[in-house]
């Protein structure tokens, strides 16, 4: 009996041992863990990886230029291809900088620590078809810190035959909402995984030209392409490069090349871009490119120039 009290108490012993070598490999274990590099979300690629992506600073320049309490307003002469033909026209890029509301995604009235600092993109278009006038207006809204996509994109399209209107709200995915009096185009509803937006690179250049992307890429095309030439909304295959003072992206799909050249100087405004795609119909149709070349540009607040002595300040942007 004594024997095996005392194997009793061996193996007891024992068993206290490795508990506690057990807890310690545990509490080791756990420690190791705390330091490994924490898992996010990439939030301009909706891919995992091992860091955020980070904010970008805004220089002095940016701050003494985009906070002025003004909008950028250029104007451009604009050869638009629609129907086989070039349409004579005026476009304008509106660019400012406002506070947005993350969750119901527009403009924010008050100030807050929780609303996002965006540089907006109000792109317009007006050029006649015949006899009746073609308007285009696409807004962008973009994140300053430079580290995600659009927050919200939408775009409208009216003219004599009818309107078409979509909107592209960033939130867990890509939420598209589109309406065309069009057959087969109607109303729809539907999600996409992100991906680049073509709209939201002509404010990502405005900020910092150099982050581009580039290469072969997959990238969700102007959603005003999508509606004037009646294709599917969603991401295509894409060839994107920087060179000097011009970007270009090629969707050999989609046989449509887009060239947008820029002041490689701060504040890089856009001298013009040209856009290269088949226009017309069915077998007639042909390849022709839309052209757009800078008027002049000014800085103002606009939203108060609302009276009709402030219509002189379109004759400084060359618009009828």
Request: hydrophobic share 40%; aromatic share 10%; charged share 20%.
């Amino acid at each position: 009996m004594q024997i095996i009290n005392k194997l009793v108490k061996v193996l007891k012993a024992e068993i206290i041992l490795w508990v506690i070598i057990g807890v310690l490999l545990l509490l080791a274990s756990c420690q190791n863990n705390s330091k490994a590099a924490p898992v996010v979300i990439h939030t301009m690629s909706n891919i995992v990886t091992p860091k955020a992506e980070a904010k970008q600073k805004t220089s002095p320049e940016f701050k003494a230029y985009w906070y002025a309490g003004e909008a950028e307003l250029s104007s451009y002469k604009l050869e638009q291809a629609r129907y086989g033909e070039l349409r004579e026209g005026t476009a304008v890029l509106v660019y400012v900088t406002e506070d947005f509301l993350p969750d119901v995604q527009v403009k924010a009235n008050n100030s807050s620590k929780s609303n996002i600092p965006v540089l907006k993109l109000n792109a317009t278009k007006k050029f006649n078809t015949g006899i009746y006038p073609y308007s285009i207006m696409q807004s962008t809204f973009y994140p300053v810190a430079n580290n995600q996509h659009a927050l919200k994109v939408s775009s409208s399209i009216q003219e004599w035959c009818g309107h078409v209107y979509t909107q592209l709200n960033n939130r867990s995915q890509f939420e598209i909402m589109s309406h065309s009096y069009f057959e087969g185009e109607a109303d729809q509803h539907f999600k996409l995984d992100k991906t680049i937006l073509e709209n939201e690179l002509w404010t990502q250049l405005r900020i910092n030209p150099q982050s581009l992307p580039t290469g072969n890429l997959k990238i969700i095309p102007a959603l005003e392409f999508h509606r004037l030439r009646h294709v599917p909304i969603k991401a295509y295959e894409a060839t994107a490069t920087l060179q000097a003072n011009i970007y270009t992206i090629n969707y050999p799909e989609l046989n449509r090349t887009l060239a947008i050249t820029f002041n490689p100087e701060f504040p890089y405004e856009i001298l013009g871009w040209e856009e290269t795609s088949k226009s017309g119909f069915g077998n007639s149709a042909k390849a022709l490119t839309t052209k757009a070349t800078k008027l002049n540009t000014i800085k103002s607040a606009y939203w108060q120039k609302n009276s009709n002595k402030d219509e002189a300040l379109r004759d400084l942007l060359q618009l009828k």
